[in-house]
């Protein structure tokens, strides 16, 4: 049975580095036991932050053997600074030696597959699908999760038909309501296939989401609920995001 944990520290900081030790626990722990890993990786302020604090912690972790995936992207043109994968690039991905067909970037609005969202979403459901063994989608040993003010998690937001997705794991977004509009993001079906799955979340801005989700707000409301792993869900939170749980 999953087992959700709720982590306080004192500051963003101290959260960064508690992630960052339990995700080389988690895997390494991975690698020992079957030779490789498998992480999805998140944007936002904190989660390059982990990024950037995994990157000086780089030599615990064989990155070769690690298979990197994205929660979601920004569906822009190559190389743009918005995408996850541009920022994931920069923070860690570029100072690793991951292994470059073990990271799946999902397609840019320039890319092979032209400019059409759907067909984008749909080559990336293909590729996760193939590296599962008949399975949608990978059992991810961590998705990292960042949240935003009203909950939303990747790029599912409230009241949307992605967050209310319930069979496909990757869908298109086209009126996203924070710029910009068109992305690309796994559902919660695709969320809920992690082993581990942690929210990453700092600030007070977003302690009453962070209250509704732990409080079992309906996922449609506050996505964040909605978002549970398979063996652990780990809220990372700062004293901020932390400050209305007493309420709960």
Known sequence: ????????????????????????????????ERGSASVVLTGGGTGIALLEALRDDSGSIDWGKVDIY???????????????EVQASQALLDHVDVHPDRVFRMAASDGPHGSDPEVAAAAYAQILHSRSEGEPTPAFDIHLLGMGGEGHINSLFPHTDAVREEHSFVVAVENSPKPPPVRITLTLPA????????????????????????GGADSDEVPSAGALGTEATVWFLDSGAASKLDAV
């Open 1 to 32: 049975m999953s087992k959700t944990s709720i982590l306080q520290y004192l500051d963003a900081q101290a959260l960064v580095d508690a992630a960052r030790s339990r995700f080389v626990e988690v895997v390494t722990a991975a690698q020992a």
């Open 70 to 84: 994205f929660g979601d992207e920004r569906f822009l043109p190559s190389g743009d600074p918005e995408r996850n």
């Open 191 to 214: 969320v809920r296939r992690a082993q581990h799955v942690w929210l990453l979340v700092s600030g007070a801005n977003k302690a009453d989401a962070v209250a509704a989700a732990v």
